[in-house]
């Protein structure tokens, strides 16, 4: 029996990289799936990739940032498959930017994307689930840069120690109601957010190198973890932050 079979859940960041490995993934495993993004078309060339039956998955275009455009897709959620069972959160941007020099726009646009777009699809799910007694689980993409501070990407990193600070929060109020909360630290994950950091060989090498594990992580091996923090077999696993960064975060790999 696969292990997410008959459950639904929604997916943010589904038109790309992580979010696009974790839809198919979830489809694997048996759940039906609310893919969402930013770019409607993006969200629904996913599930064209895969070709994934209709009644198993929609695309749906929305800012995660906007409340009310969250509100409004977790209900169509919910009507679609007649409930949901948890949210995974995979939209994101990064910034560029030290102290000195990050413009307001891109630490707004952190702040509004990384951390409100969890808070505004966590909001919303636990407030469904809470209204008709339903457990459920929650997964946050933070980053290495949200469990230790990375240089001159000031926004992100305190975006993403936010989403720690979130993760823990739900965590701990929904315990008690059945609905688990954990996250996930990726290191360098090969997709189009890394693209340019990757394309110099030198840059690459030297990315290698920092993770112990000598090279990048693909999206699957963050979707295989997202797909076992959902799922029963982490019955007893709540409010964590699990780095999945081959290594980089346990120490140096060499000096
Ligand atoms: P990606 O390939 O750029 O995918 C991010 C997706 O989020 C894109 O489809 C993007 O849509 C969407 N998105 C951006 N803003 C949105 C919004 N306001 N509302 C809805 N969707 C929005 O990046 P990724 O590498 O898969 O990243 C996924 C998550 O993992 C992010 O939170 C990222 O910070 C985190 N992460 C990534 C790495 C890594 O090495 N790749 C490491 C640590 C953490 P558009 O393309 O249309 O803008």
């Known amino acids: 029996m696969s292990k997410l079979a008959g459950r639904s859940y929604i997916v943010t960041g589904a038109g790309s990289g992580i979010g696009a490995a974790t839809v198919a993934r979830l489809i694997e495993d048996g759940a039906n799936v609310v893919a969402v993004d930013l770019d409607a078309d993006a969200a629904q060339k996913t599930l064209d990739?895969?070709?994934?039956?209709?009644?198993r998955a929609i695309a749906?275009?929305?800012?995660?940032?906007d409340e009310s455009k969250v509100d409004e897709m977790t209900a169509q959620g919910v009507a679609?498959?007649?409930?949901?069972?948890?949210?995974?959160?995979?939209?994101g941007v990064r910034?560029?930017?030290n102290i000195l020099d990050t413009e307001h726009g891109v630490w707004d646009l952190n702040m509004d994307v990384n951390i409100e777009g969890s808070f505004n699809t966590s909001q919303a799910?636990?407030?469904y689930a809470r209204e008709h007694n339903?457990?459920?689980?929650?997964?946050?993409?933070?980053?290495?840069?949200?469990v230790e501070a990375v240089p001159n990407r000031l926004a992100y990193v305190t975006s993403k120690h936010g989403v720690v600070g979130l993760t823990r929060g739900v965590a701990i109020e929904m315990a008690q109601h059945g609905i688990r909360c954990n996250g996930i630290a990726p290191g360098m994950i090969a997709?189009?957010?890394t693209a340019g950091m990757r394309a110099d060989p030198e840059n690459l090498e030297k990315i290698r190198k920092a993770h112990p594990i000598g090279r990048e992580g693909q999206p699957e091996e963050i979707a295989a973890v997202i797909s076992f923090l959902l799922s029963d077999d982490a019955s007893y696993v709540t409010g964590i932050m699990m780095p999945v960064d081959g290594g980089i975060t346990a120490g140096a790999a060499s000096f």
């Open 191 to 193: 997709t189009a957010m």
């Open 134 to 146: 339903r457990p459920g689980s929650i997964v946050n993409i933070s980053s290495q840069a949200g």
């Open 49 to 55: 990739d895969l070709g994934v039956d209709k009644g």
């Open 125 to 127: 799910f636990c407030r």
């Open 60 to 65: 749906v275009g929305v800012d995660v940032s």
């Open 95 to 97: 910034g560029v930017g």
């Open 80 to 91: 679609t498959f007649g409930g949901l069972d948890g949210v995974v959160n995979c939209a």
